[in-house]
C-alpha cells in the first residue's frame, strides 16, 4: 500500500474553478492577441474577428470530444486514456510519444522567444548570445517551482495572473472600442474575406491560438466531481477563449481603422501602439500583461502536461520512476522536471544555429503539430467508441459523438495543410520530412515496447483509467 502511494494524486483538491483557471491560463489570449493579430491581419485583411469566431465554433468540435471521454474516463491520463479505451493501447501510446514530444518542442520554441523578449526589453537588444540563454533557463525553473510545490498553489498562482491579464485586456479592448479609432466601429471586420489559400492560413493561426484548451482534462483524478466538471472546464476554456479573441481583434482592428490594417499588420506591437495613443496610462502594462500571459500559460501546461506523463508512466507505457509522487508536496515531480528540462534544453541548443526568433517560430510550428494529431486522433477515438458503445444512444449521441468529431476532424485539418504546404522557404520547408520523423519515432517506440513488455499493451487501458496498481505492475 504503501508503494502504491507514490504513485496516487491527492483527490478532490479542486472545483469547478480550479480546473477552469488552467485551461484559460494555458490558452494564453494575451500572447496571441499581440502577436498573431497581426499575422493574420496581413493574410485576411481586416477579418480578423470573424475568422476568431468562427474558429472558437469550430474548436468547440474538438473540445466536445475531449468532453465526452472526460465525463466517461476521467483520468490524469487525459487523451492517453481516451485514445487507448476506445482504440487500443499501441494507437494511444504512439500518440503520447508524439503529442508529448510535441509539446516539448513547442514549448521548447516558447522558452527561447520568453527569454529573448526579457532580455530585449532590460537591455534593449533583442538577443545577447549567453545572457538570454541564462535568463531562459532561469525562466524555466520559475515557471516550474508552482507545478511542483502543489496543484492548490500551482492554480492561486495561475489564477492571480491571468485574472491581471483578462482584466487589462478587457480594459485595453473597450476603450479602443469606445474610441471608435480613425473610422469609427463599422462591420467591415464581420465581412467574410473571401476563399483564398492565404484566408486559411489565417484559419491555422486562429486554430493554433486555442492550442492547450484541454488543460483540464488530466487534473480530472485531483477535480471534485470530475465526470461533470472536468466537461465544463474544456469546453467553457473555448468559449471564454474564443469570447476574448473576437472582443480583443475587433478592438484592435477598429484602433487601427479597418482600412489601415496594412499598418496593423507591419505592427509588431500593435497592442503597445493602440495603448500609447487612445488610453496611454496602460501603455506601459502591456509588456507585463504579455509577461503575466506567457507565465500563467506556461505554469498551466507543465501542470497539464507533467499529469500526462505521470499518467502513461503509472501504466507502464514508460519509465514509471516518473510516476513518482513528490513525498513532500504529493504531486507528480518527477515528470515535471522531465517535461521542462528537455525543453529548455531545445530552447538554448536551437540557438547556436539560428537567431531566437526564428527558432521560436520553427520550434512552435513543428512541435503543435505533434499536438494536432492528438487533437485528431481524440476525435476519431470518439467516433470509434461510438461505433462500439453508442449506436443504439439516440439521435443526441449520433450529433455529439459521431457529427461534431468529424467536424472536428475537418477544421483540424485546416493548420495541418497550412503548416505542411509545399513551396515554404527553410526551414519551414522540411516540416513534412520532420513530421514524418516524429510520427515513425512514436510507432517504433510503441512496437518496441509491445515486443519486450507485451501485458504492458494489455494491462495499459485500465491503469490509465486510475485502475489500482497490481502487484506485477509495480
Known amino acids: 500500500m504503501a508503494n502504491e502511494s507514490l504513485h496516487q494524486l491527492s483527490r478532490g483538491q479542486i472545483g469547478l474553478w480550479g480546473v477552469l483557471i488552467p485551461g484559460l491560463a494555458q490558452v494564453a489570449p494575451a500572447f496571441n492577441l499581440f502577436f498573431t493579430t497581426g499575422v493574420m491581419a496581413s493574410l485576411a485583411g481586416a477579418s480578423v474577428p470573424l475568422i476568431f469566431l468562427i474558429t472558437m465554433v469550430g474548436m468547440l468540435a474538438t473540445a466536445n470530444s475531449l468532453a465526452q471521454f472526460a465525463g466517461v474516463y476521467p483520468s490524469s491520463g487525459s487523451f492517453l486514456t481516451y485514445i487507448a479505451k476506445a482504440i487500443g493501447a499501441k494507437t494511444a501510446t504512439s500518440v503520447g510519444v508524439i503529442t508529448i514530444l510535441g509539446y516539448i518542442i513547442a514549448f521548447g520554441g516558447i522558452y527561447i522567444f520568453v527569454g529573448s523578449y526579457i532580455v530585449s526589453n532590460l537591455f534593449g537588444n533583442s538577443h545577447i548570445w549567453g545572457l538570454t540563454q541564462i535568463v531562459t533557463i532561469i525562466y524555466g525553473a520559475l515557471v516550474t517551482i508552482p507545478v511542483i510545490v502543489g496543484l492548490k498553489f500551482g492554480v492561486r498562482v495561475s489564477y492571480a495572473l491571468y485574472i491581471f491579464e483578462a482584466v487589462l485586456l478587457l480594459v485595453l479592448s473597450i476603450a479602443f472600442l469606445a474610441h471608435g479609432g480613425p473610422q469609427g466601429i463599422t462591420s467591415a471586420p464581420f465581412k ?23 488543460a483540464a482534462a488530466p487534473l480530472a483524478e485531483e477535480t471534485r466531481d470530475p465526470t461533470k466538471n472536468v466537461p465544463r472546464a ?44 487612445y488610453i496611454s496610462v496602460l501603455a506601459p502594462f502591456v509588456t507585463w500583461i504579455f509577461l503575466t500571459s506567457v507565465t500563467s500559460s506556461y505554469i498551466a501546461a507543465n501542470t497539464q502536461t507533467a499529469r500526462v506523463i505521470f499518467g502513461g508512466a503509472r501504466s507502464g507505457l514508460w519509465s514509471r520512476v516518473l510516476a513518482r509522487i513528490s513525498p513532500r508536496y504529493k504531486t507528480p515531480a518527477f515528470a515535471a522536471v522531465a517535461f521542462v528540462v528537455p525543453s529548455i534544453v531545445i530552447a538554448v541548443v536551437s540557438t547556436a544555429f539560428t537567431n531566437p526568433g526564428t527558432a521560436s517560430g520553427f520550434l512552435g510550428t513543428y512541435g503543435i503539430l505533434g499536438v494536432i494529431i492528438m487533437y485528431v486522433m481524440a476525435n ?30 475537418a477544421i483540424l485539418a485546416i493548420p495541418i495543410y497550412g503548416d505542411l504546404q509545399p513551396g515554404q522557404a527553410a526551414p519551414y520547408k522540411y516540416l513534412p520530412y520532420l513530421t514524418i520523423a516524429l510520427i515513425v519515432v512514436g510507432i517504433a517506440y510503441t512496437l518496441i515496447l509491445a515486443a519486450r513488455r507485451p501485458e504492458i499493451i494489455r494491462d495499459a487501458p485500465g491503469l490509465l483509467e486510475g485502475a489500482e496498481l497490481t502487484s506485477a505492475n509495480s
Open 380 to 409: 476519431v477515438a470518439l467516433v470509434v467508441h461510438w461505433a462500439k458503445n453508442d449506436r443504439d444512444g439516440g439521435v443526441k449521441r449520433v450529433l455529439m459523438r459521431l457529427v461534431i468529431p468529424i467536424v472536428g476532424v
Open 192 to 214: 467574410w474575406p473571401g476563399g483564398s489559400k492565404s484566408t486559411l492560413l489565417a484559419f491555422s493561426l486562429a486554430i493554433l491560438a486555442f492550442g492547450g484548451f484541454e
Open 234 to 277: 474544456v469546453l467553457g476554456t473555448v468559449v471564454v477563449s474564443g469570447i476574448i479573441y473576437v472582443l480583443g481583434s475587433w478592438a484592435l482592428v477598429t484602433a487601427f481603422g479597418p482600412s489601415h490594417v496594412g499598418i496593423l499588420a507591419a505592427d509588431p506591437n500593435p497592442f503597445h501602439t493602440a495603448a500609447a495613443k
